[in-house]
């Protein structure tokens, strides 16, 4: 999946829109909820040394936050690693030219679920 087919599924799937939140930095792309404003994915150019291959090629990665009863369901050969720049405990980087395009829409889903803003509950009757 290329990051602009990434962000055609964002806005088609979840209706928002990118958000390019650091001055003087147009690459570093971030989807919100609408609602709630938190961030559920974020995309930027990483090169592949950062994730412990031996080359410079800088490739398109997005973050995304998973349950922590998910991490270790997905790994390397799913284009999935441990979070870059970020909390490595809830946020993993999916490697956007070698994850399978189901697995991204997959994780993406994960991630906007994960972050929603949550339904309050009635109080109960005593």
């Given at each position: ?20 939140p650091?001055?003087?930095d ?43 009863e ?27 030219p ?29």
């Open positions: 999946m290329t990051r602009q087919e990434l962000l055609e599924h964002c806005l088609n799937t979840y209706n928002t829109s990118p958000d390019y650091f001055e003087e147009f690459e570093t792309t971030v989807m919100r909820h609408t609602d709630n404003r938190k961030w559920y994915a974020i995309v930027m150019n990483v090169s592949r040394r950062k994730f412990g291959f031996e080359s410079d090629e800088v490739i398109d990665v997005v973050n995304l936050k998973l349950p922590t998910m991490f270790g369901s997905f790994g390397a050969p799913d284009g999935v690693y441990p979070a870059y720049h970020m909390n490595k405990l809830h946020w993993i980087s999916v490697l956007l070698d994850a399978p395009d189901t697995i991204v829409k997959f994780l993406l889903n994960v991630s906007f679920e994960a972050t929603k803003s949550k339904k309050k509950r009635a109080p109960t009757a005593k």
